[in-house]
């Protein structure tokens, strides 16, 4: 058995999920901005940075409360 294992907690799950809904954020953002031969997907990828936003903040508040 080794006794040097890794252990994931759940602030570092709650971190990790912080940062990729913000890197979510941008990427959608930076697809919609791109995207200039369809209204439908533009407006997609629109709705899927605010949905990722908010669970950035979600996860933000979840972080902040945890330290706490």
């Not at 990729?20 to 959608?28: P, Q, T």
């Not at 919609?32 to 933000?60: G, L, M, P, V, W």
Request: hydrophobic residues 35%; charged residues 30%.
């Amino acid at each position: 058995m080794c006794h040097k294992q890794i252990k994931i907690t759940t602030y570092d799950r709650l971190l990790r999920s912080w940062e990729n809904s913000m890197e979510m954020v941008r990427d959608f953002q930076n697809y919609a901005d791109i995207t200039d031969d369809n209204e439908k997907a533009k407006q997609a990828f629109y709705d899927f940075a605010e949905t990722s936003a908010q669970n950035a903040s979600k996860f933000r508040d979840l972080l902040l409360e945890y330290k706490n």
